[in-house]
């Protein structure tokens, strides 16, 4: 390196844990002043797009930009409280979103951290993004570690993400302007941005690929299906068309070609065979992965996850499966309520739960998520079959698998003599309802995934298969994306319940309350009970955080006390008003309900066909969807 660098600098950035690290902060440094004509003392102002421009980026990069937005803010609320904010890069170093404190911003814009800057290494120096996107894993850039002295502030923490054909798409990068942060504080920091990179790549890779066999591959059968595992996917003849980052490593040290019969000796279709086979043998038991020979020597374990459109060729070949429920005639179901969103969920919930395809809601605790469960089933079937629900968090973890699978006579000490059939039998030729899935224990969700791929079930300390039919609708009141990346939830049970996802709203954010509460006191009393004015006031302004199973809490507690027939405000409990008092809508939330309003009744206009809306509006697709998301809106 040249003598314009005081060696003082250069000294102090090779004072580092690590030879890797050691040679990518010196190779990057020779590479900013040989290559790039930078010099240390270069002071500029950042390059930022405008903000015009970051849109259109975001457009280009809608997909990445969609499944990354959740998953960005998860992370940022684990660090918070260490003064850190959270950026998602394109593949050349632009900040396409950002998250961080409030207060912080000022500090984090001075230094060029803000939407549409540019973070390459040509541009900025050595720094956490442009470093990461050339040396293709997590890094971190500590203080003098930046090649340019006004950097000299930032600690940035990074880790790539790698599409399915090997190349960097984005980068996470998570940063401080803080004089107290060490080096070795990083430490944690850095696990858990390369934790998150790899669940967002896993997540672009079931997404791009999803039409493709996906075949995931371990070492150890018992890491099969989870966040440890590799993936490969693979086109309709044979080739490999695409693999996660930790898939490349396998591939490069089994010297394997593109084509997976050269890798395993058999092509697609027998590999699918034996995947079939597999599945057959193992009903019920601990694990479904199988035993894959290596070409030239060696064992991994696998499994495989295929496309709809070809698993009835294949699956279920070697044991019988029940016969499909023919679903009656559609009965005329409606629901009473009249919130255009809620009756929205309802309506698409209904036509797909119709055509067997699952059902994934999201929403809050108390916010009607097992009322408008039931009533898609009844849309489905009327009230001739059956509707089981099971609360996932409400059963003690050693007690949940007997639940759902049932159990032999005399399995173990308590078993009932005769055997218990198990709740999942209870909803054969109906619908099951998991609420609270995210908290299922592992264990259990493997063996329901297994049910869900073979409609196969068998009770526990019993070896015979039963087949079974049923309609699924799962809910969860957590970021399940976030229970994958933290290892709590399998992936490919993810992507297995998801086949669509409805947002219900919250209570505090729908339009029809004051009917909802007048229906509610009818269900409670008849005809017989009334709100006051001013009550119903107080009730349109709570923010409900229980949501409608806090409301009928309170309507049956005051409707004790009306005893002329009208709830007045000395009816409603003590605590009720403190909390109505100090926590009025606020006029964001306001704003937010009116944009929903107005872009729903657009889209209606336009019956609901994307594209015309987004011209309509003037806006591009990949921004219509993501404002349908933000305001909880789901396409048809």
């Not at 790539?160 to 430490?187: E, H, N, Y």
């Not at 394997?256 to 079939?276: H, P």
């Not at 699956?315 to 023919?326: E, F, L, N």
Request: contains cysteine.
């Amino acid at each position: 390196m040249s003598g314009n660098i005081p060696g003082g600098r250069i000294e102090a950035a090779l004072q580092l844990s690590g030879g890797a690290q050691n040679r990518a902060v010196l190779e990057s440094w020779q590479r900013c002043e040989n290559r790039f004509g930078l010099a240390h003392d270069t002071l500029r102002r950042p390059e930022v797009m405008p903000e015009s421009q970051t849109r259109q980026l975001r457009d280009r990069n809608g997909r990445l930009y969609h499944h990354a937005h959740d998953l960005v803010r998860t992370l940022y609320r684990k660090i918070d409280a260490s003064g850190y904010a959270v950026f998602l890069t394109d593949n050349s170093g632009v900040i396409l979103d950002s998250v961080a404190a409030h207060s912080l911003l000022p500090s984090f814009r001075t230094n060029g951290l803000l939407p549409g800057a540019i973070w390459s290494e040509e541009r900025e120096g050595t720094n956490g993004i442009g470093t990461c996107i050339v040396e293709g894993r997590p890094i971190t850039i500590h203080k003098d570690e930046h090649f340019l002295a006004q950097h000299s502030v930032l600690t940035c923490t990074a880790a790539p993400v790698f599409d399915p054909d090997g190349k960097v798409c984005s980068v996470l990068d998570v940063s401080a302007v803080r004089d107290d942060i060490k080096r070795t504080d990083c430490m944690r920091v850095r696990g858990m941005v390369a934790d998150y990179a790899d669940a967002l790549e896993r997540i672009l890779f079931f997404d791009e690929r999803s039409g493709d066999v996906i075949l995931h591959l371990h070492p150890e059968s018992r890491h099969v299906g989870t966040t440890r595992d590799a993936m490969i996917s693979i086109a309709p003849d044979g080739t490999i068309s695409g693999a996660t980052s930790t898939a490349r490593r396998i591939l490069t040290a089994t010297n394997a070609s593109m084509d997976i019969a050269d890798m395993f000796e058999m092509d697609v279709d027998e590999l699918l065979s034996k995947f079939s086979q597999t599945e057959g043998q193992n009903q019920g038991r601990s694990s479904s992965a199988m035993a894959l020979n290596i070409a030239g020597g060696g064992v991994l374990f696998g499994s495989l996850t295929v496309p709809e459109r070809m698993r009835r060729k294949y699956i279920g070949r070697s044991t019988p499966v029940a016969h499909k429920v023919k679903t009656p005639a559609r009965p005329v179901v409606d629901i009473a309520d009249r919130d255009p969103a809620f009756r929205r969920i309802f309506d698409i919930g209904s036509r797909l739960h119709a055509r067997d395809i699952n059902v994934l809601m999201s929403g809050e605790t108390g916010s009607g998520k097992e009322y408008l469960a039931r009533h898609i089933h009844e849309a489905s079937f009327g009230k001739s079959r059956n509707f089981v629900a099971i609360n996932c968090a409400a059963l003690p973890e050693g007690l949940i698998e007997n639940e759902l699978f049932g159990h032999a006579g005399g399995a173990f000490t308590g078993a009932a003599r005769d055997g218990f059939g198990g709740r999942i039998r209870e909803a054969n030729g109906g619908t099951l309802f998991l609420d609270e899935i995210g908290d299922m224990p592992l264990a259990a969700q493997g063996r329901l995934l297994r049910v869900l791929e073979s409609r196969m079930i068998e009770p526990l300390g019993s070896t015979k298969s039963i087949s079974v039919d049923f309609r699924l609708i799962c809910a969860s009141n957590v970021d399940l994306t976030a229970a994958v990346a933290d290892g709590r939830f399998r992936e490919d049970l993810l992507y297995r319940i998801k086949g669509a996802r409805l947002a219900v709203p919250p209570l505090r954010e729908r339009s029809d309350l004051v009917d909802l509460i007048g229906r509610l006191l009818v269900g409670l009393s008849g005809d017989h009970v009334q709100c006051q004015d001013d009550v119903l006031t107080l009730l349109t302004r709570h923010r409900w955080p229980g949501n409608v199973r806090e409301l009928i809490n309170i309507l049956q507690y005051a409707s004790v006390f009306a005893d002329d027939g009208v709830i007045e405000r000395h009816h409603l409990p003590d605590d009720f008003h403190v909390e109505t008092i100090n926590d009025q809508p606020s006029a964001r939330q306001s704003i937010a309900q009116a944009e929903g309003v107005a872009l729903r009744a657009v889209l209606d206009d336009h019956k609901w066909h994307i594209s015309n809306t987004a011209k309509a509006l003037g806006i591009g697709r990949n921004t219509l969807y993501r404002r349908m998301a933000r305001l909880g809106i789901e396409k048809t």
